[in-house]
Every structure is written in structure tokens, then in C-alpha cells.
């Protein structure tokens, strides 16, 4: 049985679309509690995450280069 928590795994990815999900509600929640006049930092902190979640996912993804000769 292989590890599933290896590189590239089925839980390794499934973490990091977790993280997605979970800085995206909380932009929601945060541009929520803006718009009812609570502190501004809550939605641009979660845009923070989502950004950097976003980057993360995006440098995990395969790399599709093909080698010329």
C-alpha cells in the first residue's frame, strides 16, 4: 500500500484544495463583517490567503514542458 500523504498524493492535494475552500469562505465571511462596519484587515487578510493558496496550488501542479532535442 503506498503512503497517501506522499508528494503529489491523493491527501497531499486534497489539502491543498482544503486550503482553498477554507481561505475562501473565510474572504466571504471577512467582506461580510466589512460591509456591517467591523475592521477592514478581516477580507484583506483573507485575500492574503487566497492568494497564497492559489500560488501554492498553482506551483504543485504537473509540469507540462516537453524536452526538445
Do not use: C, E
Amino acid at each position: 500500500m503506498q503512503n497517501p500523504f506522499r508528494d503529489g498524493g491523493p491527501l497531499d492535494i486534497a489539502m491543498g484544495l482544503l486550503g482553498l475552500l477554507v481561505s475562501l469562505a473565510l474572504l466571504w465571511m471577512g467582506i461580510q463583517m466589512a460591509q456591517n462596519g467591523r475592521a477592514w484587515w478581516w477580507p484583506l487578510t483573507a485575500g492574503v490567503l487566497v492568494v497564497l493558496n492559489l500560488h501554492g496550488l498553482y506551483r504543485r501542479r504537473p509540469s507540462k514542458r516537453q524536452s526538445r532535442p
